[in-house]
Every structure is written in C-alpha cells, then in structure tokens.
C-alpha cells in the first residue's frame, strides 16, 4: 500500500480531525497513537499532522487533502493558482503535465476538460484524491511526459520538478525536469499553454513571442509564468501582477522584447529630494526601469534598483523616502549623521554594499527619540549612507 493511501482511512481521519478540534499536544497524541494504530500508520499521521494547517492555509480549503511534506512545499498556492485560472479559454482539453499533488487544477474552470499527468504513482493517487476533494472531475494519467504519444488535448500547463540541490544554488536551472527547452519541445503539439519557471530564470532562454508573467505579492516574486500560443494575451511583452488580500494589479510593458530588455539601463543622475525602492517583483520583472522613464527618475549607481526622483512615487510597487542627509559610508560618519538628526530606532536597508543590516544597527548604536531609515548603497559607484524618512501612505495605488 502506497505510504499516502494510509491517510484516506476513515479512522486515521477521524483521529486527525480530533487531534485538531480538541487541540492535544503532541505527548497526548503519541500516547492516544500507540492504542489505536500500527506503526506504519502512526509515522503516516505523524509526517502528516504537521502539514494538515499549512495545507488548510495554502489552498484555502478545510477538507482532508493527501499530500506529503514536498509535494505541498512543490505545490502551487491558491491566490497564484486562482489568478491563473483565468487565462484559460472557455472550452477545450487541458493536460496538466507534471500535476504533482494538484495545486495548479484545483481552480481550473469545469468547463475544461481535466487531465492530471505525472510520473510519479504516489503523486498521482494524491491527485486524484485531492481533486474529488475540491469536487473536480479529472482524468488521470501516469507517463512521462516527455514520452506521450496517443492521446493529445488542446491546451497544456506544466510545472516542471526542481532539484533539490537549486535550494543550495537558486540559478542551477539545468535542474528543471523536464528541461525548459524539452517542455518547448513538447508544446508544439498543443494549441497553446503555460509553464511555471522559478523567478530568477535567465529571460534570453524564453521564445521571443511567449508572453512572460512575474506573479507574486509586494514582498516576494513567487512564479515566472510563460504564455505560449493561443493563451498569449500580449505577445511578446511582460507583464507583473501583485496580488494582494483584496485586490490584483497588473502592469504590462509598453514595449516588447527584446525593445524591452534595450530600454532597462537608466540613466545615473544625482541624488535629489526622494528615493524611491521598487518591490523585489518590480525589480525581478524589470518594470520599475518603464515607471522610472515615466517620471524622469533615476538610479544613483548602474545595476542598483534605487531611483531618485524630485517628487515622491505613490504607486503599489514602489515605496518612497524623503532624503534627510547623506554621508560617505563609515561608521563614525555614519554615527554623527544618526546623532545630528536625533535618531533612536532605526531600519537598515541595503543594495550594493556588502553588511548584515541587524550588526551594522548594533554596531550604530543609535540615540534619539526620532525614527529614520538608513540606506546603504551606492552613488556613482561611491558606497554612501542615506538617511531618510518613509512617506506614509506612498505605496497606496496611483489613480
Ligand atoms: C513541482 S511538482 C508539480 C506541483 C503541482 N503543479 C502542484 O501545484 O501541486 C513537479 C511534478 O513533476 C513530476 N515530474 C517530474 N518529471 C516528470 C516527467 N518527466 N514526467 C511526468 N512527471 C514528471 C514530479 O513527479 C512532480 O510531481
């Protein structure tokens, strides 16, 4: 019996869903283990136990779902996988290759028709389970799906395995499987599809007419999604999406690739009254370089993602900063810049200089009974401390 298979037992989860309303603690759930349960079962509901409220959090859904600890840190979550849901076309046959424990069709529109893929039996049977779970009817398939012959459909996703070694070194993508270029391969057989790429993957290896999609929230860039064929919605451009709680904000730009990658480099300007930093997923999708162009802003050192702007950037991707002072970057300076302005708690935020923001605080020892924060960067190639207050309200949405 496949280890996963142990959890659909109505026992196990009538046990697991007592272990949760009576909230025991883990002394009170081995002993009530060891009365009821063989040992195969007991490692099966303790491996299980700890994922039960990460999964409830990350799909948004209450019911048992089979999964083991990888396929759900694999998993796509259901914001990103809400928002891709509407790329799809109303009607048609979706193969969703490499499905793994079902994150990406669980929000897949009924209209389609499903088909989950994957190598792996176990994957495969939490697939299955978890799709019945959400009420969804799909086919399944174990294949390789660099190999399938005989059966075909309109459209396709995929979200190709990593390594586990890309933990240790975020750009190894050779460590794809399939590969980026066997998944191109393989989409020539439908009429259009999406593929899931880690953020960082190098943009020069992406076909000229997909359309790329940076997804993510303000703080983090979570998927690279490539648009191929009919389920492209602007060819060749790219474009980023924040999702938030409550609401979604897309921004596509103006120009194409390769225009696109031609118009990044900014010009290096002086430092002026603001500073401006764009979210990691502005800056991972290189759109902060077309808002900066818009506004006349600036960088202050080339490859450095800082503009510096005579007015403050109110807009979502962006939060901004009043310059108060600036000195060349050593502590002493550092320290009377601190003490002149009266700061006593400070933030320490950094690009291009080499510190761990919570020692070089430490070392600062700041007094005061004023607020600040402490960039660390660059101008003109020159490391530089600025000293700076944040505008309140300035990543509110532009109208
Ligand atoms: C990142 S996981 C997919 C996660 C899934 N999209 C989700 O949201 O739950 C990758 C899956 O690809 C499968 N896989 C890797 N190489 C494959 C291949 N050549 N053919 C079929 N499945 C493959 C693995 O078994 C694994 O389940």
């Not at 194409?256 to 990658?261: A, H, Q, V």
């Not at 290096?268 to 990691?280: Q, V, W």
């Not at 950094?350 to 923001?357: A, D, W």
């Amino acid at each position: 019996m496949l280890y996963v298979s142990l959890l659909t037992s109505k026992e196990i989860q009538a046990f697991i869903t007592k272990v949760f309303k009576e909230k025991w603690d883990s002394l009170k759930i081995s002993a009530a283990l060891g009365k009821s349960f063989s040992e195969e079962e007991r490692r099966a509901i303790m491996d299980y136990i700890p994922l039960v409220k990460k999964f409830r959090e990350k799909f948004d859904f209450q019911e048992f779902l089979l999964c083991d600890k990888l396929a759900l840190e694999q998993s796509t979550a259901y914001d990103i996988s809400k928002w891709k849901a509407k790329l799809w076309p109303s009607s048609g046959c979706v193969h969703d290759l490499c499905c793994g424990m079902g994150g990406d069709s669980f929000f897949i529109p009924n209209s389609l028709e499903l088909t989950g893929i994957d190598m792996s039996e176990e994957r495969l049977q939490m697939y299955a389970y978890n799709m019945n779970a959400f009420q969804k009817r799909a086919n399944v398939l174990q294949a390789d799906v660099r190999n399938l012959s005989g059966i075909t459909a309109d459209y396709f996703s995929i979200d190709p395995a990593r390594r586990k070694s890309e933990s240790e070194n975020q750009r190894q993508f050779e460590n794809l499987t399939p590969t980026l270029s066997e998944i191109l391969n393989l989409a020539k057989k439908y009429r259009g599809g999406m593929i899931k790429l880690p953020p960082g993957y190098p943009i020069d290896e992406i076909p000229l007419d997909a359309e790329i999609i940076y997804l993510g929230s303000k703080q983090d860039c979570r998927e690279c999604l490539i648009l191929l064929g009919e389920l492209v919605q602007n060819p060749g451009k790219i474009r980023t999406v924040i999702l938030t709680k409550n609401d979604t904000f897309e921004f596509i730009s103006t120009s194409k690739r390769p225009d696109f990658e031609k118009e990044q480099n900014l010009e290096e300007g002086t430092l002026k009254k603001y500073l401006a930093e764009p979210c990691p997923l502005f800056v991972r999708s290189r759109i902060f370089t077309q808002f900066a162009r818009e506004r006349n802003a600036t960088i202050l050192s080339k490859g450095i993602a800082y503009l510096s702007c005579d007015e403050p950037i109110h807009h979502i991707g962006f939060s901004s900063f009043e310059i108060l002072d600036s000195v060349p970057l050593g502590t002493s300076a550092v320290k009377a810049m601190l003490k002149k302005h009266g700061i006593g708690k400070l933030t320490l935020k950094k690009r291009g200089v080499e510190i761990i923001p919570e020692e070089e605080i430490k070392r600062l020892k700041p007094k005061g009974k004023n607020e600040g924060v402490l960039f660390y960067t660059r101008i003109a190639g020159e490391k530089t401390a600025l000293l700076t207050k944040r505008i309140s309200g300035s990543n509110a949405h532009e109208c």
